[in-house]
């Protein structure tokens, strides 16, 4: 079976062929450090977790670079608001980001580059492309690219340049030659943060960055490279020109773009003011399953496809994660490596090696969950919990999991006593007490707890 991919660049699914054989470079833009990320954000970087975790499971050693951009105008504009230095702001910012990502379970990057910290491979860069005739200096003291000197601008996008515009980061001003020219060295204003330089002291273009920080850690060439599908006009556009027009190679192999996820019928931002940041939504759900309901949520759908967020489908979605954990709970499942000759794994693999195609890919895990039910058989319970660990779910102990953050109780803990409530309940019924069990189940759903009766008169129970 061979990977095959969607090229945002190619517009079509092509076999995936790193530089090296067995090996892969990956370079995710990652955020802007002046607040913490909203789901839409989330789902991007979950988007490409599940990718790193899919190379490495059939056998592509990965190395993963996900960067921090660490200045910016919002950055300055947002210390300034509150006060506080820039290095103040964006180190709590990071560790913020971290931490809602470690909730998420996502995995933690090979190398997370800090602009602030490349800055001298910024300059090389810049002065590269001015020797080439790519770059020149404004009169206002920036240093913008020529982009009409670059053969090819606007493949990434499939844009004309006679049709564009100046890119939404850009401002168009008389020190520019063309008003498509964007910036990669901007002269520094009193009060902001800049460094010195050949042309003045300044600090780099958003853009710059990101060209930078992959071509020193992962080469002139890259074998993917993702983000969010609105950063493809006009960042990775032109991240293409500067690093293509330093180093006359094809900059990435594979470029893939993780579409929107929306509020009703618009994509969530924070231009928009429509988003929920990732924290206040984990901070809503049960602390135990909340972080894989959420990412399952995030994920159940294609890539390439739109999501709609709401607390329905978000709940929808704990739902049918916690019907694979009771599947496991109550077949425990054997240690199995994976026989991807096996119907099950077979199917999987194909719907993940074509465009990592989760829709499929979960449909092969629900018909898997159902042989389990059926058949009681601990081997296609472990290979359910094996194939779920290739995309990083169904790893926890299943009994912790569905019960969630709700503790046994007692006087102590502002909880139900659920387990003498449940001990009650089963001496009730067999006393033929009923209203009393009735009543205990209802006082136990209204705390958030369900009961389920197995045969033999044993009673389990989980969070709602």
């Given amino acids: ?115 602030t910290r490349y800055i001298g491979p910024m300059l090389d860069l810049v002065a590269h492309l001015e020797s080439k005739g790519l770059a020149y200096r404004g009169a206002n003291g920036d240093v913008f690219f020529a982009v009409r000197d670059f053969p090819g601008y606007g493949k990434l996008s499939r844009r004309n340049l006679d049709d564009l515009r100046a890119g939404e980061r850009v401002a168009v001003d008389t020190a520019k030659r063309d008003p498509l020219d964007f910036v990669l060295w901007k002269a520094a204003k009193p009060g902001e943060l800049s460094w010195p330089s050949s042309y003045g002291a300044g600090r780099p273009g958003w853009h710059l960055e990101c060209s930078a920080m992959a071509g020193r850690e992962l080469g002139a060439t890259i074998d993917l490279h993702g983000g969010g599908w609105d950063l493809q006009f006009p960042h990775h556009e032109n991240e293409i020109a500067q690093s293509e027009g330093a180093s006359g190679k ?41 972080g894989e309901q959420l990412r399952f949520f995030l994920l159940r759908g294609h890539y390439r496809s739109e999501v709609a967020f709401s607390r329905e489908h978000l709940d929808e979605a704990g739902t049918t994660l916690r019907g694979f954990y009771t599947a496991l709970r109550e077949v425990p499942p054997v240690a199995v490596g994976i026989d991807w000759s096996d119907p099950h794994a077979a199917r999987f693999r194909a719907a993940m090696d074509d465009d990592f195609d989760m829709p499929v890919a979960l449909a092969a895990l629900h018909e898997l969950r159902g042989e389990v039910n059926r058949g009681r058989s601990p081997q296609l319970s472990g290979l359910l919990k094996a194939l779920g660990g290739t995309i990083g779910f169904l790893q926890q102990d299943p009994e912790a999991f569905l019960k969630g953050g709700v503790s046994a109780g007692g006087a102590n803990s502002g909880q139900p006593d659920v387990e003498s409530l449940v001990a009650e309940r089963t001496a009730a019924k067999k006393s033929r007490d009923f209203a009393r069990a009735d009543a205990i189940r209802k006082e136990l759903e209204a705390a958030g707890i369900v009961l389920e009766d197995k045969p033999g008169g044993l009673t389990e129970w989980r969070k709602k």
Avoid at 250 to 273: C, I, Q, T, Y
Avoid at 275 to 290: I, M, W
């Fill in 250 to 290: 094809p900059f990435v192999r594979v470029w893939m773009h993780a579409a929107f996820l929306n509020m009703g019928d618009e994509k969530m931002s924070k231009s928009l003011g429509n988003f929920f940041t990732a924290r206040d939504v984990l901070d809503h759900l049960d602390p135990v399953q909340g």
């Fill in 1 to 115: 079976m061979t990977l095959a991919i969607h090229n945002s660049l190619s517009r079509r699914k092509d076999p995936f062929e790193p530089l090296v054989p067995g090996k892969v470079g990956l370079y995710v833009c990652g955020p802007t450090v002046y607040d913490s990320i909203h789901v839409g954000n989330a789902r991007t970087f979950s988007v490409f977790d599940l990718v790193v975790r899919w190379l490495r499971a059939t056998g592509f050693e990965v190395t993963y670079v996900r960067n921090i951009t660490d200045v910016d105008d919002k950055i300055m504009e947002r210390a300034r608001e509150r006060g506080i230095g820039i290095d103040e702001l964006t180190e709590a910012t990071t560790a913020n980001f971290r931490a809602d990502c470690a909730r998420l379970g996502l995995l933690a990057p090979d190398a997370e580059p800090r602009a």
